[in-house]
């Protein structure tokens, strides 16, 4: 029997472990290929965070899970007490044994339950419910109400916002028509419904009509007010820009209302409304704004005014609106634009004739009359008109301020010199080639000396003329004289010529 030693079988044991050198290379086992390309190496990385990403997120839902079940069991053993507390307590006040905590609870029907009935009226309940939460979403819906409409097919669609024109324009006279309270509606930027026929008197006589349906406000503009003097060649904007302190800051936002566009309700004049190209004109006064008006050349402070839509103008009002006020509809439109040539006037004119622009009617309700901004606007303006003219004379002030003026019949006097006077027989010196300038205008009479009026000199007879240098000579005190046959000298002696001169 021959003996194996031990090694030997240990080495036949575990060849299959590790294979000798002495065995080929194609005996072995296939081995996995790892991939070469680096972009599936990339791939694989990615796919490997992805389904990380995916185990975690599904961990974080259960454990969410979790804490949702664990909370609903924790509320309901807390209700189960609150009801077995409640229990005992019923009990109690029944007179009944107070130990029946452990009396399970009884599952029979109840006696007369009938269930078909029961659901019946569950159904009943639950259909009522429902048609209540329907009608509060079409009341939530109705109460924001329509965006502005802006096509008159659209506003014939749309539901009014107020009380029937008709109803209101059947009212046996303007003064009869009721005032109730404004809607909060109206204080919105959207179209009030005005649209009864096509006709533009129909039109206006609607819109007056919502006008004299609106309450006046506690304190409403003065019956006579008071008209804002300026100086002729000052804006309104200009002395509005003017005001300091408290008065400017009331004034940090206004409107001014041209006659051209304004037009006021005819049976309650506090209201009224404006034409504008169709912008946003109510986002600017989306606030009760103090607005200022012209009539007749005077600007007025017209109160605290609260703009909101009315119907647009017609293509039939647009073609009935006076010359000037479409003119003016017409610049404002491209006021904007940097090119405001003719041709651009024309065209947007034509824009208009055509029904594709439109203008439109923003309403002003009067809310407000601030005294307190009246009389300051006036008391500015009486300051600001003084300061004015002031400024306007400086010249005249400073240079001889001590003489005061001499009064005369005579038109076109000025301030008189303190040069000795001669008489008219007295010749003038001419300058060498200058002619004396003759006026077409005689103002004074004749008379036996000479009269002279700044660069108008009149050497026929005596008498006074007027030309347009007089004026520039009197406010700069160059020798003006009476017509009472005497004349300045010395220095003053036929300054109009020099100036002319100079000129």
Not at 98 to 117: I, K, M
Request: proline fraction near 8%; glycine fraction near 6%.
């Amino acid at each position: 029997m021959t003996t194996v030693p031990g090694h030997a079988h240990d080495e036949k044991r575990y060849t299959f472990m590790v294979p000798s050198d002495s065995e080929p290379a194609n005996n072995a086992g296939p081995k996995p290929e790892l991939p070469t390309n680096p972009l599936r190496i990339a791939e694989m990385a990615i796919e490997i965070q992805v389904e990380k990403l995916r185990v975690a997120e599904a961990m974080s839902a259960r454990d969410v899970l979790v804490q949702k079940l664990s909370d609903a069991y924790t509320s309901i053993r807390e209700k189960t007490d609150l009801i077995d507390r409640l229990q005992q307590a019923l009990n109690a006040a029944m007179g009944a044994n107070t130990n029946t905590t452990n009396v399970p609870f009884s599952t029979s029907p109840r006696q007369g339950w009938n269930p078909p009935a029961d659901m019946s009226g569950l159904r009943s309940q639950v259909a009522d419910l429902e048609a209540l939460i329907q009608e509060l979403r079409v009341g939530t819906r109705n109460a924001m109400g329509p965006p502005p409409k802006y096509e008159e097919e659209d506003g014939k669609n749309a539901s009014p916002v107020i009380p029937d024109i008709q109803t209101i324009a059947a009212s046996t006279s303007p003064l009869a028509i009721s005032t109730p309270t404004l809607p909060s509606i109206l204080r919105k930027d959207r179209s009030v419904q005005t649209l009864v026929s096509d006709e533009p008197e129909d039109m206006v006589n609607a819109r007056f009509a919502i006008l004299a349906s609106m309450p006046l406000p506690d304190n409403p503009p003065d019956d006579t007010l008071k008209p804002i003097i300026l100086p002729p060649t000052c804006t309104l904007q200009e002395f509005l820009g003017s005001t300091s302190g408290s008065l400017r800051n009331l004034l940090g936002n206004y409107c001014v209302l041209q006659s051209l566009t304004t037009k006021w309700c005819p049976s309650r004049e506090e209201h009224g409304c404006f034409y504008s190209p169709q912008v946003d004109v109510t986002a600017r006064m989306k606030q009760p704004t103090e607005c200022f008006y012209n009539r007749e050349g005077l600007w007025y402070y017209a109160g605290l005014y609260q703009a909101f839509w009315l119907e647009d103008l017609s293509l039939k009002e647009w073609v009935e609106l006076p010359t000037e006020t479409a003119n003016y509809l017409v610049k404002e439109t491209i006021s904007a634009r940097k090119n405001v040539s003719p041709q651009n006037i024309y065209e947007v004119n034509q824009l208009y004739n055509a029904g594709a622009l439109k203008v439109a009617c923003v309403g002003l309700q009067c809310v407000g009359f601030s005294q307190e901004v009246y009389k300051s606007v006036l008391e500015h303006a009486a300051k600001f008109t003084q300061a004015k003219w002031k400024s306007m004379n400086p010249m005249a002030t400073a240079s001889n301020p001590a003489s005061p003026p001499i009064a005369s019949n005579s038109p076109g006097t000025g301030v008189a010199s303190n040069a000795p006077s001669k008489s008219a027989s007295t010749p003038i010196k001419p300058i060498s080639g200058m002619s004396r300038p003759v006026s077409p205008t005689l103002l004074g009479t004749a008379t036996a000396g000479f009269g002279a009026v700044a660069a108008g000199l009149g050497l026929g007879k005596g008498g006074t003329w007027n030309t347009t240098a007089a004026l520039s000579a009197q406010s700069a005190n160059q020798g003006l004289t009476l017509a009472t046959g005497t004349e300045n000298l010395q220095g003053v002696e036929n300054v109009a010529y020099r100036g002319m001169a100079k000129k």
